[in-house]
């Protein structure tokens, strides 16, 4: 799975949402929601998804400079973990 952010994102700050879904019949652990390189991530799943349940998670990027950037955003729950490449290209 890949999240991309506009080019041009250097005027603002740009935001996008990841669902988050549980298609187990049993309710999973979230241990960790982790993102590396130069985005942030907003909002929180709790520490439990119940079964079938979802929620979001935001993911900010504002960079500093113009460039091509990249990252992950890992989801770490009970049942394994799911990592969402992020590329964010600014001018």
Request: glycine content about 10%; proline content about 0%.
């Given at each position: 799975m890949?999240?991309?952010f506009d080019t041009?994102?250097?005027k603002g700050n740009a935001v996008r949402s990841v669902k988050v879904t549980n298609p187990l019949?049993?309710?999973q652990k979230i241990s960790s929601i982790n993102v590396t390189g130069d985005f942030?991530?907003?909002g929180n799943c709790g520490a439990e998804l119940q079964e079938?349940?979802?929620c979001e998670i935001q993911v900010s990027f504002r960079p500093s400079v113009p460039g091509?950037?990249?990252g992950e955003l890992t989801i770490t729950t009970s049942a394994g973990?799911?990592?969402v490449k992020l590329v964010g290209p600014s001018q």
């Open positions: 890949r999240l991309e041009g994102v250097m019949t049993v309710a942030l991530q907003e079938g349940a979802s091509k950037y990249t973990s799911a990592t």
